[in-house]
């Protein structure tokens, strides 16, 4: 089986993980944050919500050095703009996915920072990786839902919201 194959399910599975969680953020709570230290909930949910990009980036491009990318961050201002653009990313990415080769997976690639390597190794496992940080953050995602007493849907199983269905 080709690695992107194996690949889809679980990538198809967590996009439409992250859309449902994406679909509860409030508005009016993109400026909260729990830490100084910390995101914003906006910015975090709008962060979750680039991150297929990132795979897209790391099947077409050989490298990145974020000091000379141009990238700038998804700043979206209202949850439905934030959404069209996850939507957007996230369909782009599962077309890099669908449409790499078992040759361009198997092939280094690197993130860069004033020339220091920050993140790299092969393609294919960069790209599991990927997924993996993109349910970290959603991860985060909910618990600032939680802080802000917004009911959202469980993502692997019934959310405590959820669970008064059982009773």
């Excluded at 439409?16 to 910390?38: A, M, Q, Y």
């Excluded at 790499?100 to 690639?109: F, Q, T, V």
Aim: hydrophobic share 40%; aromatic share 8%.
């Amino acid at each position: 089986m080709k690695v992107n194959e194996l690949l889809l399910p679980h990538y198809d599975q967590e996009v439409l993980n992250t859309r449902r969680i994406l679909e509860v953020v409030p508005e009016d709570k993109f400026g909260w944050k729990p830490h100084e230290k910390s995101m914003t909930l906006g910015r975090l949910a709008s962060h979750v919500a680039e991150l297929p990009n990132f795979l897209t980036t790391i099947i077409q491009t050989d490298e990145m050095e974020l000091t000379t990318s141009g990238l700038k961050p998804f700043s979206p201002t209202t949850r439905a703009e934030m959404l069209m653009g996850f939507e957007t990313r996230a369909m782009e990415a599962r077309q890099a996915i669908a449409n790499a080769s078992e040759e361009r997976l198997a092939k280094p690639w690197k993130l860069t920072f004033k020339g220091q390597e920050v993140f790299g190794g092969i393609r294919n496992l960069l790209l599991q990786t990927t997924i993996c940080h993109q349910v970290h953050h959603r991860a985060q995602l909910t618990v600032y839902l939680r802080q802000n007493n917004v009911v959202f849907p469980g993502v692997y199983g019934p959310s405590a919201d959820e669970m008064a269905a059982f009773k």
